[in-house]
């Protein structure tokens, strides 16, 4: 089992990012690739959410699913991801902090390949990096700007 955490401190009240994050649609779309969200389908409770992703990587078209399988309210969101050959679980936390709030993703990858496995379970953490802090990034910038523009 491989695991990538990353965190960002938003300058804004937990319920405006958990609000924000409880939409599968506008979350899973703030990926720094062009990931599109169609099916969208939100649940009151926001557990059962669900949304088809599409995106492209090295022109190549790719399809998979997100669904929310554990929603705490403003406090924690578990997503299951299956996406071209990789099914991560994504853990979103929302915690106070000084000036806002703090959220942390936190991605999981298990691999059942013998031999490979955990090669492979490390390449994919290791390859989310980078994208996992620029949807924290997108996340940030567009509940920060909402909460301004709402001033």
């Known amino acids: 089992m491989a695991k990538l955490s990353r965190s960002i401190e938003i300058e804004a009240p937990v319920e405006k990012v958990f609000d924000y994050a409880k939409d599968v649609g506008r979350l899973w779309t703030s990926w720094p690739e062009e990931v599109a969200a169609r099916d969208v389908e939100l649940k009151p409770d926001g557990v059962g959410s669900s949304a088809r ?30 996406w071209f050959g990789e099914s991560p679980t994504w853990v979103f936390s929302f915690e106070p902090a000084k000036g806002g709030m703090k959220l942390t993703a936190e991605g999981e990858w298990q691999v059942k390949a013998p031999v490979v496995g955990k090669r492979v379970e490390g390449m994919m953490a290791k390859g989310h990096e980078k994208p996992i802090e620029a949807l924290l990034a997108t996340v940030k910038s567009r509940v920060e700007a909402e909460v301004t523009a709402a001033v």
């Open 53 to 82: 992703l599409f995106g492209h990587f090295l022109g190549i078209h790719m399809e998979g699913t997100v669904e929310y399988t554990e929603v705490v309210p403003n406090e924690r969101i578990v997503a299951k991801i299956h």
